[in-house]
Nanobody, 124 residues
């Protein structure tokens, strides 16, 4: 069992930056692939980024490539999402998730545990 708690959300102007954190409970955090998803009002939850258990490989949705960076610190049981050059259309609740798959996964259904989410609001 893994419990995930996101933090770091808030309000920022377009072009600004935020760093999200996701703290995980449990001693097996390092065995999980971790991902970030987001859900805007009235829209489906969508994949944003994922990282392997070792942190040696990451994958991103095309729209955030080059602006967002996912990373993890297994000693702190924490995964991060650095978001730069934010756009108003990226206003959403951001969720972290943990997967027992052996490699990066972009599909929501492959994730086993979810946090409660943190709100990110980008104003124009």
């Amino acid at each position: 069992q893994v419990q995930l708690v996101e933090s770091g959300g808030g309000s920022v102007q377009a072009g600004g930056s935020l760093r999200l954190s996701c703290a995980a409970s449990g001693r097996t955090f390092s065995r999980y692939v971790m991902g970030w998803f987001r859900q805007a009002p009235g829209k489906e939850r969508e994949f944003v980024a994922t990282i392997t258990w070792s942190g040696d490989r990451a994958s991103y949705v095309d729209s955030v490539q080059g602006r967002f960076t996912i990373s993890r610190d297994n000693a702190k049981n924490t995964v991060y999402l650095q978001m730069n050059s934010l756009k108003p259309e990226e206003t959403a609740v951001y969720y972290c998730a943990a997967s027992r798959s052996g490699t990066v996964v972009t599909v929501l259904a492959w994730y086993d545990y979810w946090g409660q989410g943190t709100q990110v609001t980008v104003s124009s």
